[in-house]
C-alpha cells in the first residue's frame, strides 16, 4: 500500500510538472520584442506572489520589459502542493514549466529562471546589475531537479551593532534609534529567498529594538515563506534583551521567579499561535549569553534545566499545538552543552543544533545514537564573532575549505534539520555565506576537490569571465593569508582579558609574531594581490564598479593597508591607517550613499583598529635552515584521504580516515639533530572522543600527540588566532633519503604543512 501511495504522490507531480524529455529543439521565452508572458493558477500562496514581484523585476532589468500575464504564456507556473521545497524546471509543449513541489519550492524555481537569466542573488545586496539581453531561451529537452539537503537554512543576524542596526536605522528607513526595520527585514528575506533559505534568527543585541515589536515584520516573514527562530539564549521566540524588563517582571530567575517566566513565554505563544513558520527554542540560559541564574552547583543546574524543558513543552502543548509536531531546537551551547552530556534529557522530537568554536571548527557532531533522533540535528555556524579570545567583525574571511570541511561532516553524521550561519551583515559575509547556504541546499553542489571551481563561477557570475579568472589566483592567495592571519588579528591581541590588569580588558599593541623578513613578504604579497585588483576592477562593466568595490577591492585593499599599518613604522604606518579610513569613506558613499553607515572599520574601537604600529619579532631561526612541505605532497596515502582546497596554510589541507597514513620521502643534505614540526588544522575531537596522531621517521617507534585542547585554554586561543596548531620533536638523520610517516589515530585529523629545521 505504502509503495502504491508514492507511486501515485510521483504521478501526480510528473502529471503537474510537465515531462522530463522534449524533442531537440529550442524553446524562446525572450525575443528580444515583447514582454516574458506567464501564467499562474488562479490561487497562490503568498511566498509565490512575493518571488513573482521579484522575478518580474529582474526580467525588467534584463529585457527592459515588464512581464505580462497571458492565457498561452511562455512560461506557466504550477505547484504540486505535498512535497518538500525542492522544485522542477522544465519544457512542456514548447512552454517553460516552473513547479515547485511546496509554495516555496515554486518561489526558489521562479528565482531559479532569474539566475538562469543572468542575475545574480546579489542583485540589490551586492548592486550586481545584470547584463541585457536580448533573448532568453531553453533547449526542449531540458530538465532540472533539487530538492533541499538540509530542510531548514538560513542565518542569525548577530553582533549587529557596527553594521547592519546603524545602516538600517539611519539610512534605509530612518527612524528610531537602533531600529532594523521591517523593510530591512524584508529585504533580507528576499535575499534569502534567492539563496535558497527558509529561516532567520533576528538580530537581539541589547539597543536592537526586537523583532516582534516591530510592525507587520512577522507578517512580512509569512509572506516571504521565512520561519522565524530565536538564539540559544532565547527561549520561545522571547528576546529577553529587548523584552524582559527587570524593573517590571523582577529577575529573570526560574528559582525565585518562575510563573513570572511561564507568563512572559506564554504571551509570545499566544500571539504566534494562528500563524505558521515558527521554530522553537527551548531550554534557558541568562539574559544574554550567561548561565542560568538562581543555581551554583551542576546538579542544581541539571535539575533546574530539565524543568524548564519540561514545563516549555506543556506550555507548547497548551498554547500552541502538539509539541511533537512543532520545529523545536535545543541548543547545547558553552555550559548547556556540559549538562546536557551528564544526563539532561531533551524530547526526541527536538533538534539538537550543535556548534562550532565560534571560530569555525565544529566542537561536537551527532553520535550514532543522536542521529536516530526524529528531530534530527543541525548546526550553528559562525562566520563573524564578538569575544575571546579576540573579535571578527570587520570582514568575513574564513577559508572556504573550512566550511567546506566541517559542514559536509556535519552533514554526513546525520545533523540535516537545520543549518544556522552567524552573520554581522549578510552583505559583507557574501561569498562565505553563499557558500554556507549552496551546501545546505545540496551537499553535493561542491567538494573539496572543487571549492576553486566554485569560487571561480562565483567570481565570473558576478563580475564577468574576463575580470573573474584573472582574480581567482590573486583572491586564492587572499584566503591563504587571511588564514594564516585574519586582518583583525594582526595586533596579536587579545579581548575580554583581566580588567584589573588591561582597560576595558583589552590588551594593547605592542610586538606581531612575525619577523622582518616574514613581515616583508607577507607585505609584498598584498601589494601583487592588489596589483591584480586594480587590473581587474578595469574589466567590469562600468555599472558593476560599486559591487567590485565592495566585494573584492575593499576588503584586499584594506587588509593590504591594515598589515602594513601593523607591519610599518612610522609615516607608512600611518599613511595605512589614514588609507582604510579613505577605503571606509568609499564603502560607505558608493551607490550614492545607498550603504552609509554601513561599514565600519573599527567595531568596538579594538586597539588593532588604531592609528598604530608594533614591534617586529626577533628572528629565532637566524642562520638556520627551515624547509616547509605541504602535507598534499605525499608518496603515498591511505584509501579514504581528501584534499581539501582553500583550506590551512597550504590552501590543500588533507582531511585524514581514522587509522589512515600518509608517507612522504624527503632528502637532507648532511647529517645531524633536526627540529621536525608537523602543522594541523585545529579541528577538535567532534566525537567527543580524541584527537591523537603519530609521527614516525623511518620506521621507528612513533611519536604520538594530542590535538584535544580544554575550550578557551591558552593553546586554543593560539590555535584559532594561527588557523593552525603545531607539534615538535627533534631527530636525528643522516645525510639522505629519509621516510615520514604520519598516522591519524582518531576521526577529524587534518594536516597542513610539515616543516624541518636544521
Known sequence: MKKRLLYVIAAVLAMACGPTTASAAEVVWFDGSHPVTYSLPRTVEPVVSAALEMWKDDMRQVTGLVPQPAKDAAIRIVTAQGGDDGFRLSVSNSQVVVCGFSPRGTAYALLELSRMAGVSPWIWWGDVVPERKSRLSMAADFTMEHHPSVEYRGIFLNDEDWSLRPWSSLTYEPGAKGRIGTQTYRRIFQLLLRLRANAVWPAMHEGTTAFFQLPGAKAVADSFGIVIGTSHCEPLLRNNVGEWDTAVRGRFNYRTNRQTVHDYWTERLREVSTSQGNMFTIGMRGIHDSSMEGYTTDEEKLEALQQVIDDQQQLLRRHVGDPSGLMQVFV???EVLQLYERGLRVPDYVTLLWCDDNYGYMTRFSSAAEQRRTGGGGVYYHLSYWGRPHDYLWLTTTQPGLIYNEMRQAYDHGMRRLWIANVHDPKVAAYDLELFLDMAWDIDAVSGATLTNHYRRWLCRQFGEEAGRLLLPVMHDFFRLCAVRRPEFMGWTQVELDKKKYARGLSPVTTVGLTRQEADVRMAAFDSIAAVVKQAATLVRPELSDAFFAAIT????????????????????????????????????????????LMDAAPRRLPVFGDVSATLAPDTLAGRTVVTHNACDYAEATTGTAVVQMLGHSMQAVAMPKDGTLTYRFSVDREGDYTLTTALV??????????????????????????KEPFRSERWKQNVL?????????VHLTAGTHTLALHALDAHVVFDQWMLVF
Not at 604606518?573 to 550614492?592: D, G, P, Q, V
Open 332 to 334: 547545547p551551547y558553552k
Open 554 to 597: 575593499y576588503p584586499v585593499m584594506a587588509t593590504a593597508a591594515m598589515n602594513r599599518k601593523l607591519l610599518s613604522t612610522g609615516t607608512a604606518s600611518h599613511e595605512a591607517y589614514e588609507e582604510i579610513r579613505s577605503l571606509t569613506r568609499r564603502y560607505n558613499e558608493m551607490c550614492h550613499g545607498k550603504w552609509r553607515h
Open 682 to 707: 585545529p579541528t577538535h575531537p567532534a566525537d567527543n572522543g580524541d584527537l591523537r596522531y603519530s609521527v614516525a621517521v623511518d620506521g621507528g617507534q612513533p611519536t604520538v600527540f594530542s590535538l
Open 722 to 730: 594561527n588557523c593552525q596548531t603545531r607539534r615538535s620533536l627533534s
